[in-house]
């Protein structure tokens, strides 16, 4: 259904005939030349790409050579033959380009782009996959041991986890930031915004650690409730010690989105397999042979965070860029930061909120609630990431078909096409094998039997909220890459909202585990819808010619 949908939205974009010239035989030699640039000429303006003035001027004006030069000798009619044809040539080819392919062979033309994406987002889903990965190996190493303990990595999680997405603003700016400046192949700009970003990171990793240490038992204690506080000094040891790595995560963060920004997604991918790598191996040491247990979890999860954000440094020096430069934003600089950032930070923030709404009722539900709940949601987050790299491959490659030199819409629209294909089928695959894994697997998690119980009645919720993800990162990275964020965050507020009030009636009612998670599916869908409807209507991004609304007025080196 989603793709018919879009495939009817979007058919237009790429049904380009090559006009018949056989059919007109009977004009003269002067008179075809002519009928060949008027047609070319008509042609390029119903593309309405940039250049098309430029173009059309030089139409205009060999045709009126044409028609001023009736007493030339047949060589010269051969010459303008000869250059007319290579123009026709010329102008074909690039009809093909925007076609994806030859002229109307345009499914070739979308399985081409559809391989150029996944040979960006192939490396990038392996960014987005680390992280859930450390948590979801801490929960299935401490879930061996102690449900008590497999329970307080929930509220635990929300603190080190779910507040850190808080802080996608940064990642967001830095991409965006990046990518437009590359456009205008200039790296002293794109080494500024670096150093600015760099900073800002530091300053909120430091305010996060500081907000830990003293505030993060207080936070533990207000979430879970005195009918779990049994599991507070659990989840207050796991977020003492992660809290350590903030300032590290953070700048990390900026690092690996300034690359992906560059298009490059191996760098801070070999830095983050090395660091799940050593996660992998300090859980089992420390937790399953030491006996350390949810405290062996964090150490070995921050010391990996650590390794991984040094190595993202690394990897974006290597590039020519100084990422130790740190450079104190003046305070115009900040505004444009905060025009950008603002409204991605009211989208995370009522996303990370929804999220902890979500887990603050299934823990009031009991130890076996909230335990079957962490297993499922992190296995949901380790599913969920690979349709982010969609998000990214929108914010890095969309920019420069808004905005570039070579801007085109009709390119624009035909790589969402391709971005929506690709996680509508991403969707649907990982919904059933993330669906099977807790269904035919459930001891890789816990032996409990209670536990494994109420994790299978929420199986169906899980499937429908999972199958859609994927499409929504495409379509809320298109929005975020044309910077309609004004919309973007309104809407994640209100869906925020929506999901908020069935939260609370659900859980009211008494529904249960299974009634929060269809709360998550009505949240999921309708984001989707929303995104979908925006970017489909004339004064979306991808359809309205005057951009100068989203347009922000770029950093400028100090």
Avoid at 295 to 314: K, L, N, P, R
């Amino acid at each position: 259904m989603l793709i018919k949908t879009l495939n009817h939205s979007f058919s237009s974009l790429i049904s380009i005939k090559t006009p018949n010239f056989r059919e007109h035989n009977h004009y003269s030699s002067q008179s075809l030349i002519t009928y060949k640039k008027q047609e070319k000429l008509r042609l390029y303006n119903s593309i309405k790409t940039p250049r098309n003035r430029f173009i059309s001027n030089c139409i205009v004006s060999s045709s009126k050579d044409v028609v001023n030069n009736d007493d030339d000798n047949n060589n010269c009619s051969k010459e303008i033959q000869r250059d007319n044809d290579g123009d026709m040539a010329q102008f074909e080819e690039e009809v093909a380009v925007l076609g994806g392919g030859k002229v109307g062979r345009t499914g070739a033309g979308i399985w081409k782009q559809m391989k150029e994406i996944v040979m960006f987002t192939g490396p990038a889903t392996g960014l987005w996959l680390c992280g859930p990965l450390m948590s979801l190996i801490d929960t299935a190493v401490i879930g061996q041991g102690s449900s008590i303990e497999l329970a307080a990595l929930g509220p635990g999680t929300v603190v080190c986890d779910y507040m850190s997405y808080v802080f996608m603003f940064l990642s967001v700016a830095t991409s965006n930031l990046v990518a437009t400046s590359l456009t205008r192949q200039d790296k002293d700009e794109v080494q500024h915004q670096i150093s600015i970003l760099l900073f800002v990171g530091l300053v909120c990793g430091i305010f996060m650690f500081l907000f830990t240490r003293f505030f993060g038992s207080w936070v533990l204690t207000a979430f879970t409730g005195q009918k779990n506080a049994h599991i507070v000094p659990a989840a207050n040891t796991y977020v003492q010690i992660r809290g350590l790595a903030w300032p590290a995560v953070i700048v990390g963060w900026v690092a690996q989105s300034a690359s992906l920004g560059m298009r490059d997604s191996w760098g801070p991918l070999k830095a983050l397999a090395v660091s799940s790598i050593v996660n992998a191996v300090g859980d089992v040491v420390l937790c399953s042979y030491m006996g350390y247990g949810i405290a062996g979890a964090a150490w070995a999860t921050m010391v990996s965070q650590i390794i991984a954000a040094y190595m993202m440094i690394d990897a974006l020096n290597k590039k020519g860029y100084s990422a130790f430069a740190i450079t104190i934003p003046t305070f115009n600089e900040l505004l444009v930061i905060f025009g950008l950032a603002a409204p991605v930070f009211v989208t995370m923030v009522s996303k990370v909120a929804f999220y902890s709404l979500l887990i603050y009722y299934a823990t009031s539900m009991g130890t076996n609630s909230v335990a079957a709940h962490q297993v499922m949601i992190q296995t949901y987050s380790m599913c969920t990431v690979w349709g982010e790299p969609l998000s990214q491959t929108a914010q890095s490659f969309m920019p420069e078909l808004l905005y570039g030199a070579n801007r085109s819409l009709a390119k624009a629209r035909m790589l969402l096409k391709s971005l929506v294909i690709i996680g509508a089928t991403l969707g649907l695959v990982l919904g059933t094998i993330g669906t099977s894994v807790p269904w035919f697997f459930p001891n890789l998690f816990t032996p409990d039997q209670n536990v494994i119980q109420e994790m299978h009645k929420v199986l169906l919720p899980y499937l429908m909220a999972l199958a859609v993800t994927p499409s929504t990162h495409s379509l809320e990275g298109t929005l975020m890459a044309g910077r309609d964020l004004k919309f973007f965050s309104l809407s994640m507020t209100g869906c925020f909202a929506f999901g908020g009030l069935v939260l609370m009636l659900v859980s009211s009612r008494g529904y249960g585990l299974a009634g929060c998670w269809f709360a998550l599916v009505g949240f999921q869908w309708s984001r989707f819808f929303l995104a979908l409807q925006r970017l489909l209507s004339p004064d979306g991004v991808l359809y309205s010619e005057d951009l100068s609304r989203f347009n922000m007025e770029k950093l400028k080196a100090a």
